[in-house]
């Protein structure tokens, strides 16, 4: 009876490890260039690619001293990036509660961002022009464009050229 019980967890274990060898997501670290190396999996979720590409910074979800949106983060397809977008309320509240006073400064920290995993850099790549702009982050197009809102109209990032155009197809 023992040897059947020890032979049917021997058996168990290593099916096991076989399944979460096939299963588990493949990223290799190149140690000298500093590189993540990834396979993509076709249509994953946010959440798969945080399994993927690892977990999310806490300091990338800023919550002040007023109500904050942060749309995203997200990492990029290839685990490079992460980009996530952010705009504050700009309420306060003065005196009794039912007044509410409006704040009609921009924000400095409103915009979208990108985080660059390799260097360890955070750099905004899209600032509010004007009052209750509200940027958002949409989605990663691929891995080398982010897909965000701003005042409702939708426009396309793209990392390599610095360049950001209209949503073709709109918002």
Known sequence: MHVFIATSLGVGVLIGFLIGRYVKPRVV????????????????????????????????????????????????????????????????WLGDDTQVVWERKLDQREGLYLYNDRTGRTRKIYAPKELDESVTFNKWVDSGSIEFAAKRIGYVYDIASGKISIQENGY
């Open 29 to 92: 670290y190149i140690k000298k260039e500093k590189e993540k190396v990834v396979v993509k999996y076709a249509e994953e979720t946010a959440e798969n690619r945080i399994i993927r590409c690892g977990f999310i910074p806490e300091n990338f979800r800023t919550n002040q001293d007023h109500f904050s949106v942060v749309s995203g983060p997200d990492w990029s397809p290839d685990c490079r990036y992460i980009a996530w977008g952010f705009w504050q309320s700009g309420t306060s």
